[in-house]
């Protein structure tokens, strides 16, 4: 059995207090939400904090308001079932409902927040794996070791954005709202990301993500579609978002970025292009796929093959698009 390290547990009750916390304590401290991604990966030893900065007992970190500007402020501490059985995230951010309940199983969902989900640990076949595992392959350059294992000559970790929420919430322009010792600010969720399977947050260790902030749908359709080996429980290896506007028979706003396909969610912008001042056909819908899947390239360090994953990208892109359009899905 693996066992968690010894660490103190810090359990403040204010977003300001949190913000001390991490400072006060530096690189030795790490923070903590629902536990079910950073627990694991300490019995793992992927991380060794000794001092966890717990989120549970922050009052100001849960729910889901209006703000004056007709954004959805939805708190980092809001658990993965609230969000995906919010009335308002259902129906006008749907694919962030279908995400978030597609996320692991409802024990996880129950306890895992939306903050924790797009802050998550990117994931890679040579990391996630048991302390004892990683030391016979003599570790990788993610943790502990020199060299990476899937790509030995690269000098950067290609380890995989895993997280189902956070493409879908870029495919809906979605902010963060970050506190941290120097203050409040919100940065557009894109900018979170970086492409790094190592550094993957572009945020300073001791910044919290303390709100995600969903501008008005106005007339949106979103839809996510999750490929993995089970119908639960399993992380994606291919996530594809896909959110836009139709204004008559036109599609005037377009945004589709796929997860687990890098180590930050991708999007494919061009593809996206494609769509605007067109009405959504099925011939615009297989050129779309095609754009999109063209350039995507897998690396081989998840589950199921990377030539499948990438012929599913295409398959995956036309299923969402034609569900938006409200073509039946068997004659794609
Ligand atoms: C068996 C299993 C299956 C899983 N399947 C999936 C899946 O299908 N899809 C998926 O997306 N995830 C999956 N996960 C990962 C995880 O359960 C979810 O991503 C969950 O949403 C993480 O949220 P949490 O609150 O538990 O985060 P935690 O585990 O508490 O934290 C995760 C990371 O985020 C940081 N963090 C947490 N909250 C904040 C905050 N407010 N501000 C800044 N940093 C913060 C922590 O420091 C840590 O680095 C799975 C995990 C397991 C164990
Ligand atoms: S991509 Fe390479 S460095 Fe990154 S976790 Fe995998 S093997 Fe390690």
Known sequence: ?????????????????????????????????????????????????????????????????????????????????????????????????????????????????????????????????????????????????????????SPRCWAVSSSDTAPVLWSLGA??????????????????????GIQYLTKQPGEIVTEILLPPADGLRSVYLKLRRRGSFDFPVLGVAVALTIDGETVSRARIVLGAVASLPREAAEAGRLLVGQRLGPELIARVADAVARPA??????DLTHPYRKKMTRVFVARALRRLAGLPEETE
């Not at 916390?21 to 991604?37: F, S, Y």
């Not at 969000?83 to 995400?99: D, G, N, T």
């Not at 902010?175 to 790094?196: C, F, H, K, M, N």
């Open 1 to 153: 059995m693996m066992r968690l390290p010894p660490f103190r547990y810090l359990a403040p009750v204010s977003v300001t207090d949190a913000v001390k916390l991490m400072a006060d304590h530096g690189p030795e401290a790490m923070l903590v939400a629902g536990g079910t991604d950073l627990y694991p990966n300490m019995k793992r030893r992927q991380f060794e904090p000794t001092v966890l900065v717990g989120l549970r007992g922050v009052r100001d970190l849960t729910g889901v308001r209006r703000e004056g500007t007709g954004a959805l402020a939805i708190a980092a501490g809001t658990t993965l079932t609230a969000v995906s059985r919010h009335p308002e995230v259902r129906a006008r951010y749907s694919a962030l409902a279908i995400a978030a309940g597609a996320v692991s199983t409802p024990q996880l969902r129950n306890m895992g927040t939306i903050g924790g989900n797009v802050c998550v640990d990117t994931r890679c076949n040579y990391y996630n794996q048991s302390y004892q595992w990683r030391k016979a392959v003599n570790f990788c350059m993610k943790k502990d070791g020199e060299i990476c294992l899937v790509a030995p000559g």
């Open 175 to 196: 902010s963060v709202r970050l506190a941290g010792p120097a203050g409040e600010r919100t940065i557009p969720i894109a900018a979170l990301y970086q492409d790094d």
């Open 297 to 302: 390239k897998p690396l081989d360090n998840t």
